[in-house]
């Protein structure tokens, strides 16, 4: 029996048609979302001049970006039309899949907008806490580091989620971002 064939059967009838990625291909997707939590805490370094607590600021917003990976695939994941395929472009569905079993696919757009304000503030705060600390005393390293941490948040985040994954998802009509993205662009 082909387990791994068996494996993506599992719960997703859509998986034959879509687009699969490579271990690699995962990699290369995570890693705007890896950097935005690295630069993250090097705003939070650089703002506390690399005081204690920087770093242990640092720390709790690497510790709050790793658990918003999982909470995602905790609560999110299982209802998502690419649970323990390789379709999804960042590998978590697989690991959901070793974390939860699948649920029930029409609930994914009720689960999406309950889950997804929990990781909202990890692309919020550093920029919040950064720009309080520019204000109070002017920073080139630290303003720098904002704009980039911004321009991977708010630009390269969103655009590598919608190249890979959001276009071919047979769930993208119940998809709130999507939703939102066709109403900023008049469709629909
Ligand atoms: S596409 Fe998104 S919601 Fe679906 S399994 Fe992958 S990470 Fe989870």
Known sequence: M?????????????????????????????????????????????????SVWGWIAASVYVMYGVGGTLWIMVFVCPYCAYWNTRSCPCGYGRVSARLRDKQ????????????????????????????????????????????VFALDAFVLVPVFSRKHGCVSCPQRDSCPWMSQKRNEHGEG
């Open 104 to 147: 029930a696919s029409d609930r994914f757009k009720e689960k999406f907008k309950r889950h997804i304000p929990v990781i909202v503030p990890l692309w919020l705060i550093p920029v919040l806490a950064g720009f309080a600390v520019v204000v109070r005393g002017f920073s080139w390293p630290l303003l720098v580091l904002i704009v």
């Open 2 to 50: 082909d387990t791994k064939a068996s494996e993506n059967d599992q719960g997703n009838e859509y998986s034959a048609a879509l687009r699969e990625y490579s271990h690699a291909q995962e990699l290369v997707n995570n890693l705007p979302y890896g950097l935005m939590i690295l630069l993250g805490a090097a705003i939070f370094v650089v703002g506390l001049a690399s």
